[in-house]
């Protein structure tokens, strides 16, 4: 109770600091703050997409289920011009998938095929082991020096509240296969992208776009890595892998939108969202149903103001995160209107606090964002002093095309725990942090749809250097 | 660097305290218990035994290899009168396993079958679910009342720093199957005997003694058995599972045994021990590689001394702890020497901190215990209240044999979130708090083996109700 206290003894005050103009948006913004700490739809979003839905691969029938459970969700909500738009997107099918240390004993080891690995012969690979503990040894190995091998990389991944471990561990998943294979191997497997200790492995995409994984490319829970490190050491290791895949180059996926129309200017857009596509493995649970319960339960809170905002809130459930495609396909529907869309943002690294505020440069001195970073400061939240917010891979799209966008960054410490994983399950949403999560978005994007803040302006006057 | 100067301290103040006939053995336990804590040769052990054997389940060729290990072991570290007792010990071997939700939509489960468990037939078995939140709701069906069900128990297990949760839910596990089966089920899946937030499921064995399993039974990751109950709270809920396993009857196992002979009254014995058998998912790193480790570091490290104490400290590494046999195997082996064993003790429940000494009643007020108290008092380890130590399931058969049996108990509070699973693995052991077992065990082990303390008769002359 002594947060709530606080924050309404903060409501007042706030009021009092900001300009008139601001000042009833400020008091409305901290309402709905309060009220969102308290609100369950979120949880209930998430729970309900996780439990009747399950894991929702691209191209599965549990996406097509997906698909009409979000039309019907965004009705039930209240949202209005509910669209699903279709887009191509050949999808990836798990097969049965194995692996088994062949020497110097037996042993099970527990593996998970990585996105859109190719399969090996129906009666699986075996050969020995060329180990490398991080990927630039295997990088330095001459062109044909793996030739025959299962190369095996066990470079781990550093666990940081801004999840910058991902991107630097990540490449052994992401261009592992393609140059493992140039070298000669004729299978690949990774150390998971992981900060677990936990045996459970940690799939997800390799070689996007035109890259054409050759070998068959698998991630190794974490003591299994470890244990190979070791094994390696003292002599040779032999590994049988088997995976089992298919591919349906003629699939769809959809983005799916409704909106809390503007009261004013309802032309001009802001555009949040998640993504409603998840791997086959767990539920998809922080990755990423949590993200599409945020903002749609925050638009929700907004449209049952007894005024809606200037601005229309349009939230998009993205279809095609995980293996790529809807970020483009939004944009590709949506080029026309694309200057109207004034801001967008994402919602996508699990549901634990948000910690900061990014904003795109040249806006800090603005009176709604001053506004703003007042009223999530009672939630523990900053504004960063990075130059630029990270957009979230379904935004990227939007953003490359010249879209301002915001970032309500999520402490990721824990997220890399269970990410693209069978652990990806509601058991590990808190729903007090999933609340915070809420509140920050609620009182954040009612306080941009209700401003005449033009964020493309600021930034143009903005000098080159960061500066806000 | 602070722990150190305050034990140098505290084996100073100790040798004051204590009477002179016990001073001297009051330093060289403490210069043990400070040699012990930087000490690497329990990591050695348990690394090795992880590594270069894996996983060593009952009747596997792995145990066999365990089996000439320990030998190896024991002599590389300087013990005399190694044995190899072999006893008869039917062994189950698991098979290809997976499950699947049915209805409302296809899902894969993760489970893993509990030891001694049957198969289904080769093409699977597919039914309804009946779902209990308690083992107790399920009895309370009458019989015949689950006619044709997969039952499902989902009963979770408290975390507690005795592990007292594991005896109440694990009834789950233990009498499960045989009750539902009376009740006419065909299957019975239960939440993983568990106190994580993991998918991974935890195996152990049913039916002890001559209970007669009669359907097919496994476990479930924690993540899944909730998924269920949600389910089956909002209609019918399907699931298929496959379980294959075969039974060798005329399997055996072995207790293998090592000395620290006494250079007084060496045939007194104390005997010490943990498992070297594990479950054959994971790499029984916690369960029980440490145990084996802890206990054999402790008497080499007693072993390494310029003269041995009066008594003789016995390593056992007992063979078939997971589903039962080498207590009782231990027993008969040594029937006509039980009176000569002066007391016993196993370490079985990790490598987590010691934090509580159990020692039999009436013996509080003997000088050995007043010394070893004082000893184990800078390791923040307390002498436990409660009328009667923990035994250990190995030397149950020992202790039921009237030989005193000791407890120094570890922190369970973490241990039942690896148990008798896939992620039992060396990476969940601390290196810090193993030492700190191993110092525990050497100083309260020497001083034991040094004294003439008489368990028998202290715990004979003791008044009846509890009093140490």
Redesign the interface.
Known sequence: MRLFRTLLTAAATTALLVGSVHAQDAVTAEKLRDKALLDRTAWDIT?DL??????RLVGSP?MA?AKDWSVAKFKALGFTNVKVEEFAKPSWTRGEESAQ?VA?????L?IVGLGRTVATPPEGLEAEVALFRTYDEMIAAPEGSLKGKIVVITQPMVRAQDGAGYGVAGISRRAGPVEAAKRGAIALLIRSISTS????PHTGVTAFGDDVVSIPSAAL???EA??LE??AA?GAVRIKLKLASTVDPKAVAWNISGEIRGSQTPDEVIVIGGHLDSWD???GALDDATGVAITTAAAKLIGDLPKHPKRTIRVVMFGSEESGGSAEAYVDAHKAELPKIVLAGESDTGADRIYALQIPKGSSGHPAIKTAVRVLTPLNIYLDRLPSPHAGSDIEGLEAAGVPVIGLKQDASRYFDYHH???D????VRPGELAQNVAAWTSFIYLMADSDIDFRVLSAAAPAAPSH
Chains 1, 2 share one sequence.
Do not use: C, F, H, W
Request: charge should be positive; aromatic fraction near 2%.
């Open positions: 729970e996780t439990t009747t839905i399950g894991p549990a289920r240390l110097p004993y037996p042993m099970k527990n200790d936990s045996t459970v829970g974490v003591p470890e244990q070791r094994l003292k493995v767990g539920t994983t069978m652990d399950t509601l058991n590990k």
